[in-house]
Structures are given as structure tokens and as C-alpha cells.
């Protein structure tokens, strides 16, 4: 199996411009979440679909921020218009059943630079 | 939501030397899972504990849930330089919710 793939790896962007990061969960995994990594606030979680339904979104920091899983393979995060504060590195990670309950396997993450 | 405490936030050892980090919530957690983060990399999945005093052990890590199931530790024997990266640990938001709430992490720095 190839994990979870996450694209682009590194994405340097302008303030005001959209950014879309994309994610393909494990095969089988009816859970994705969508981290946010930075220095200081450390590991959060943003958002969390199960069987392609948000769950629990209450992680999302503001509108700008949204996310979709239109299918069982595949999900977006968007931002727009991005800001300098959004630099970070956003991680994907599925399991295969009850999020609290299961490994969570996290992909390579995207490494997002708003200048 | 849950919140999950983690301490240090840091720790330098010399390499053979042991290395501990605590977790700590301010609730009672069903589980608590145990994850490692290289540097540039993703965090891994280490173990998973549920049982209240429960230790497991992997080779060199020793992984203990509290009898109160409100903290967690991690050991490691005499760390290698493979050890160096940062050590989360992670429980159940709660509150209805159904994801992880991670802690901020140890960074281990491991001195040859």
C-alpha cells in the first residue's frame, strides 16, 4: 500500500491567493482528518470526516478555511485568501475505523509558505 | 475539549543515557496513543494503551497508562542516535467528539 499521499509537498504562496491541498486517504480507511502543525500551537486538528461527512469541523480556524471529501478517496483543504499566519505544515491522516480508537496513519504533510 | 499536557517540552541526553516523558490529562481517557515525529517527517504511530495500568514494552520503549487512566509515560533504555525526534501522545477529544487531541510533544536531542 502507498500510505497516505499528500500533494504538493511544498507550496510557497502570495497573501490573498487560494491554496489547495489534497489528500488520498489508505484504501479502506473511512476516517481522514486534517492537521495544521506550527511551532507554537503544535499538533491541531482541523477537521475530520467519516464514511466523506464532516463530523467535526469545530477545529477550523476561521471561513477561509474549508474542506471537502467529495469521495472515499480523496479530499481537500482550501484557503482563501491565505495569510502569512497560515504557514505551517498541514498534515492528512486516516485509519480504518473510530478515530480515538484506531492507528491514525498520516501522510508526508504539505509544507505551506504564505509570504 | 480535552486537554492533553506533555512534559518536557524538551530534553538533551547524552547518547546511552535514559529518557522519560510524561503525559497528563485533566480527565479520564478511554486509551491514549503514543506517536513519534522524526525531523522533517510525519508522525509515526508507536502504541496504543486502554487497560488502566497496563505496560507494554518494545524493545527499548516502556510505555505506561496510570491506574487512574489520567497520565501516560514513555521510557527509553540507553538511547541511540535513532532515538532524536519529537515523542507526542494523543487521547480522545471527548466531549461527544470523536478525534485525537494530541500533546505539544518532547523533543528528544540526543548528544553523541
Known amino acids: 500500500d502507498a500510505g497516505v499521499i499528500q500533494s504538493p509537498r511544498h507550496e510557497v504562496t502570495e497573501m490573498g491567493q487560494e491554496v489547495t491541498l489534497r489528500c488520498k486517504p489508505i484504501s479502506g480507511h473511512n476516517s481522514l482528518f486534517w492537521y495544521r502543525q506550527t511551532m507554537m500551537r503544535g499538533l491541531e486538528l482541523l477537521i475530520y470526516f467519516n464514511n466523506n461527512v464532516p463530523i467535526d469541523d469545530s477545529g477550523m480556524p476561521e471561513d477561509r478555511f474549508s474542506a471537502k471529501m467529495p469521495n472515499a478517496s480523496f479530499s481537500t483543504l482550501k484557503i482563501q485568501p491565505s495569510e502569512p499566519r497560515d504557514s505551517a505544515v498541514y498534515f492528512c491522516?486516516?485509519?480504518?475505523?473510530?478515530?480515538?480508537?484506531?492507528?491514525?496513519?498520516f501522510g508526508p504533510g504539505t509544507r505551506l509558505t504564505v509570504l | 475539549g480535552q486537554q492533553v499536557m506533555q512534559i518536557p517540552q524538551y530534553q538533551h541526553v547524552q547518547e546511552g543515557e535514559d529518557f522519560t516523558t510524561y503525559c497528563n490529562s485533566s480527565?479520564?481517557?478511554?486509551?491514549i496513543q503514543w506517536y513519534k515525529q522524526r525531523p522533517g517527517g510525519h508522525p509515526v504511530f508507536l502504541i496504543q494503551l486502554v487497560k488502566s495500568g497496563e505496560v507494554k514494552k518494545q524493545k527499548r520503549l516502556t510505555f505506561q497508562f496510570g491506574e487512574a487512566k489520567k497520565n501516560s509515560s514513555l521510557h527509553i533504555t540507553a538511547t541511540q542516535t535513532t532515538d532524536v525526534g519529537t515523542y507526542f501522545c494523543?487521547?480522545?477529544?471527548?466531549?461527544?467528539?470523536?478525534?485525537?487531541?494530541f500533546g505539544k510533544g518532547t523533543h528528544l536531542i540526543i548528544q553523541p
Open positions: 491522516a486516516s485509519t480504518p475505523g473510530l478515530a480515538y480508537y484506531n492507528e491514525q496513519f
Open positions: 480527565t479520564t481517557l478511554s486509551n
Open positions: 494523543a487521547g480522545p477529544e471527548g466531549g461527544g467528539a470523536d478525534g485525537l487531541t
